[in-house]
């Protein structure tokens, strides 16, 4: 557990965890639970509590249950849970986003601000906040989004998602450039993950021929990304930023249709 004592700001760093409440982002608290303290931000507050819950030392770890989409005051918002807490933040970790899938003619611009503010915007936002002295001081020292492997490729009825999953390995590119070398910056890129979601999906026959037939490893568990965003915010990697790291199992070594 590390502490931060610079430039006015000090007290004991956390690493930001959004979309904590479930799915990836609750599997990477709990794996970051036994080393780091966390900051674990979703708009799900039950959700939250059962997350901490079952990290190791849930007594250390602050929550901040928060609704994304209400960007104007995010940042006023940042600022009081972290005074309150006495902490700064030195690595954040986005893990909130959603998925909408419409048909291009369909994603209009109210759909697109939806999942773009979540996706992308959010992510920007607590990045720029964090960077602010008067906020975080100069704490900040490790970036990671978890976008998609979508990013990188088409995919129907997913025009929007792809966008902003795209915007947000764009924005970690300049990101890395600007702030290195004090912040390193990636992006991890999953495939198919067994959350929830899949494992509905996964009830229909096709569907679970389909994901056999295109997972060369089979489908990903939250685990598998937790392990690499464990990896990304430690000193074995601190030689790696700017990165677009594809955690898949296999999936893009062959896109062809099957």
């Known amino acids: 557990m590390s502490t931060v004592r610079e430039a006015g700001k000090a007290g004991p760093a956390l ?23 966390l900051l674990l931000l979703d708009k799900n507050g039950p959700g939250l509590e059962e997350t901490k819950s079952g990290c190791a030392q849930p007594e250390s770890h602050v929550l901040w249950q ?11 918002e940042l600022a009081k849970v972290l005074g309150r807490a006495g902490c700064v933040v030195e690595a954040f ?26 996706n992308f915007l959010a992510a ?24 998609s492997i979508w990013s990188k490729f088409g995919a129907r009825g997913h025009s929007l998602y792809c966008a902003s999953k795209g915007a947000l390995d764009s924005y970690m590119k300049a990101l890395a450039a600007e702030l290195a070398p004090a912040v390193r910056v990636n992006s991890i890129l999953p495939g198919a993950i067994k959350t929830p979601l899949a494992t509905a999906a996964m009830a229909d026959e096709q569907i679970a021929a389909k994901f056999k037939r295109d997972y060369l490893l089979g489908l990903g568990e939250p685990g598998d990304i937790a392990n690499m965003v464990e990896f990304l915010l430690s000193e074995r990697a601190r030689w790696i930023t700017g990165q677009q790291i594809v955690v898949d199992g296999g999936r893009t070594v062959d896109m062809s249709l099957k």
Do not use: W, Y
């Open 124 to 147: 920007a936002d607590i990045t720029s906040a964090l960077l602010k002295k008067r906020v975080n001081g100069p704490a900040l020292r490790n970036v990671i989004f978890i976008s």
């Open 15 to 37: 690493t930001l965890i959004s979309g904590a409440a479930s799915g990836m982002g609750r599997a990477i608290a709990r794996q970051l639970s036994s080393s780091r303290r």
């Open 66 to 76: 928060f609704d994304l989409s209400a960007l104007d005051t995010l940042e006023q």
């Open 93 to 118: 970790v986005h893990c909130a986003g959603i998925v909408t899938i419409l048909p291009a003619k369909s994603a209009d611009h109210r759909a697109a601000k939806e999942i773009m503010t979540v």
